[in-house]
Structures are given as C-alpha cells and as structure tokens.
C-alpha cells in the first residue's frame, strides 16, 4: 500500500480503499475489537423511530436525548464532511459466578456485568483513536472523530447499517455470531470508504424471551423500550426518587440490568471478554448488599476509582441499595442498616431506606 499524506480527491483515489479497509479490520483485531463494520449516514428510518421515542417520552428525564436537534441521526452535522462510519464491538462479558445465582440471591447485590471492572468509555476511545492514527499514517489526515457512548450517535442503527447485528426486540444490538453482551464504539470519518452489507434481517424470529421477563414490563413493544420503565435507567440515569410502584420489581439489582440479554438465547455464541480491564474488581460480581450499604462515602470514591459506577455518586448509590435491601430477606442485619441509614443527612437516601424498613415490618 502507497504511504502518503495528501487527502485530496486525486490522492484518494490512488489509495486502494478496499485493501486499506482489509488493514483496519486487522489492526482493529490487533487492538482488542471483534469486529468492525463500514456504513454510509444515511439514517432516515432510525431517525423516525428516535422521533417517535422521545415523542412518547420514554427517555424521561435524559435530556440529552433531545436536546441536539437531528445531531444524533445526521452524521455530517456533527462533524461536517463525514461520510463513513466504521462501527466497532468489543465483547465485556467476564467469566464470573453464575449471573442467575447472584440474582436468586436476594442478600447479593447485582451489578450489571458491563460495569464490573474499568470504564469502557475511556479503553475504547483510547483504542479508536489509535486505529484513526493508523489509518491516517496510510490515508493522510483524514477529517474523522472517535466516539463511544459520549456524543449524539445512534450507536446501535450505525452498528447495525455496517453489518455488524440486528436490533433485537430488547432493542440491543445482537450479533448472530456473538450474542449482544459488547459495547461499541465508532470513527465518523470523510473518508470515501467501501460500505459493508448491512444486517437486513432480524433473526429475533416469534421468540418473546427479553419481553416476557423483563422485570418492570419496560420493553412495551418488540424494538421499544420505555426508558422510565428500565431498571437501568432508574439506578444509574435517574438521579431522584425511584416510582415507589417499580421498587419491588427491581429486585437486587443495585446498578444496571442484564435481564433482556441474559434471556435472550442468541447469548449461547457469546464470548468472554479477553480484556484484563474488564475483569470485575472488589469483588462487585457477588457482594453481600449490607456490606456495600455500609461502605462510607470515601470507600465508595476509593473502591470505584476508573469504574463507570462513580458517575452515579453516592447518594444515589445508597438509594439504589436501599431499595434491594428492601427486596431482601428480612434479617436482624438488614433492619439495623436500614435504621441507621433512615437517619441519612441525605433525604434521598432517607426516604428510600424509610420505605425499604417498611417492607419489612
Ligand atoms: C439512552 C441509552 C440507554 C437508555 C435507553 C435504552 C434504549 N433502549 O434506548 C437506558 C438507560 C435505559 C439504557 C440501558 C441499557 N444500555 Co444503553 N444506551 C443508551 C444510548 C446513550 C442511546 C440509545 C438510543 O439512542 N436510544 C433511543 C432509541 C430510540 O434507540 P434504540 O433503543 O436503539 O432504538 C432503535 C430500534 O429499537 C429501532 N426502533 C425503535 N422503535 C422502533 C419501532 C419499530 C416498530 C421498529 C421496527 C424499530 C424501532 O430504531 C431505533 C433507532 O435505531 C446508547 C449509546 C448511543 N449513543 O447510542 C447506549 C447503548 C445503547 N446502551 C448499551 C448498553 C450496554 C445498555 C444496557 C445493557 C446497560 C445495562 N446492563 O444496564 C441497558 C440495556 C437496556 C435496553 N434493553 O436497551 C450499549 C448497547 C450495546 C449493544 N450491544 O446493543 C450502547 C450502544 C452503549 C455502547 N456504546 O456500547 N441505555
Ligand atoms: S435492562 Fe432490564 S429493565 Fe431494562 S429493558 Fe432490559 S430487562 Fe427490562
């Protein structure tokens, strides 16, 4: 392949696109991504569907969910020129204790499996921009920007045109050979390169699984989550009072929720991660809720250092954990956390241990 750094049209179209693209899939595998995928920013129908969501208010209390204008499904608007993006998965999934073991126990705390071990926003980023790097080294300075979960992008309609999943009914982005249990992560970028077929079919069939054991009923149509409804939404997006009626269908799960994957039967081909960051640290995987309860504010600030958990902060923290020691078996133990957090300078954290003791009278 030509190494040079003009980007002009005529440079361009010396540079063999199709082998450059064979050379970002390799270097992407080389820096930890399964796979990625090329599409153009053609997002009509996406861009419907988003409308009619945040029509109905399901993203609640996200506001930045709408407040970009047509940002997130107009690609060139935010970073004028772009006309590809390549669309890249990493697997997260540790190899931990049985999830439905941890769940059944309702002294254990739940922690979404994608939040165990070190933030992903900053490994990926971190990672996409050295793949720009490279293929800048070959393409030139290409005009491009790298995102993951942190800029209007319509993440999983991308992923999907650039072949690399369809959109299941629990709205993840499923991979036929890989189940859903990634991130992703993409490069907005002007150069001109050869798109990938995207995945037309939904191989979600008649099954119902993610709809059917949905804890709280929030996937309320196949392709549709009512985001007011998730049980992700309300402990790590939401930062009031969780819906008293929600509080018992939560269960133990204290940050996140896994349900709707962990149902879904395309997970059989998924993969442990291979990321040594990604292995859970303090042992989040299967901690008794008392202990976590009673961790102080600086222990909480200490023990998830670089984790994605710190962003909910402690209050909110607290508030998530009252709640599953309300769905807990009662105990001497738990009732004396609960008093003593009932006295919390925190009203949040007040009110939901108040309620949580409540149960268990
Ligand atoms: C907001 C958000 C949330 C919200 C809302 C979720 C949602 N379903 O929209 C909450 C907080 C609830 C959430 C939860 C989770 N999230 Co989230 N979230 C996002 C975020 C920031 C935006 C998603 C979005 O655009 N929603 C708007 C709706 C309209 O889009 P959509 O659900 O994708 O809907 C599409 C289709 O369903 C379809 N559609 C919609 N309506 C209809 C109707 C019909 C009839 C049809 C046919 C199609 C259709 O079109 C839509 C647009 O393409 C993305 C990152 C990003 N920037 O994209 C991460 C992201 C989607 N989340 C992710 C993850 C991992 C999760 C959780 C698993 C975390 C956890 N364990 O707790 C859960 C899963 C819950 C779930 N089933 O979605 C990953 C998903 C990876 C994957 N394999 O799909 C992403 C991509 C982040 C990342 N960079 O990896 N999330
Ligand atoms: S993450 Fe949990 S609460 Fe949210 S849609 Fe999936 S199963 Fe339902």
Redesign the pocket.
């Known amino acids: 392949m030509t190494n040079h750094k003009d980007n002009s049209p005529e440079a361009i179209s010396n540079i063999d696109l199709l082998s450059l693209m064979e050379d970002i899939r390799a270097w992407g595998r080389e820096l930890g991504f399964q796979q990625i995928g090329i599409s153009d920013i053609n997002?009509d129908?996406?861009r419907q569907?988003?409308q009619?969501?945040?029509e109905k208010n399901?993203?609640g209390d996200?506001d930045y969910?709408a407040s970009h204008g047509e940002k997130?499904s107009r690609p060139e608007q935010l970073l004028p020129g772009t006309l590809r993006v390549l669309s890249a998965?990493m697997d997260y999934l540790p190899d931990t204790d049985s999830m439905e073991e941890v769940l059944a126990d309702a002294n254990k705390a739940y922690i979404?499996?994608?939040?165990l071990g070190r933030d992903?926003h900053k490994l990926?980023r971190k990672r996409l921009a050295t793949l720009a790097q490279k293929i800048s080294a070959v393409a030139g300075q290409h005009n491009h920007r790298a995102?993951?979960?942190?800029?209007?992008?319509?993440?999983?309609?991308l992923?999907?045109k650039a072949g690399l999943?369809w959109?299941g009914k629990?709205?993840?982005?499923?991979n036929p050979k890989a189940g859903?249990?990634?991130?992703?992560?993409e490069i907005y970028t002007d150069l001109p390169l050869p798109l990938d077929p995207p995945q037309e079919t939904m191989h979600c069939g008649s099954c119902t699984a993610?709809l059917d054991d949905c804890p709280t009923g929030?996937?309320v149509?196949?392709?549709?989550?009512d985001?007011r409804r998730?049980?992700?939404?309300l402990t790590?997006?939401l930062r009031e009072s969780i819906p008293e009626e929600l509080r018992p269908l939560m269960g133990n799960r204290i940050?996140?929720?896994?349900d709707?994957?962990l149902v879904c039967p395309w997970n059989k081909f998924s993969e442990h991660t291979q990321e040594t960051d990604f292995q859970p640290r303090n042992n989040l995987q299967a901690a008794e809720l008392v202990e976590l309860f009673q961790w102080t504010e600086e222990e909480f600030l200490r023990r998830t250092e670089g984790s994605a958990i710190r962003r909910i902060g402690y209050e909110c923290w607290l508030r998530n954990i009252a709640v599953a020691l309300g769905n807990a078996s009662s105990s001497d133990t738990v009732v004396a956390a609960l008093k003593e957090k009932s006295q919390h300078s925190s009203a949040l954290v007040r009110e939901h241990s108040q309620w949580a003791l409540a149960q268990h009278n």
């Open positions: 997002l129908q996406p569907h988003l009619s969501w945040l399901f993203h996200m969910m997130r998965r979404s499996r994608y939040a992903y990926m995102f993951v979960d942190s800029a209007p992008v319509l993440e999983r309609a992923a999907e999943g959109i629990n709205t993840m982005l499923i859903s249990w990634f991130f992703l992560g993610c929030a996937i149509a196949p392709n549709q989550v985001a998730c049980i992700s939404y790590i997006e940050y996140g929720c896994d709707c994957q």
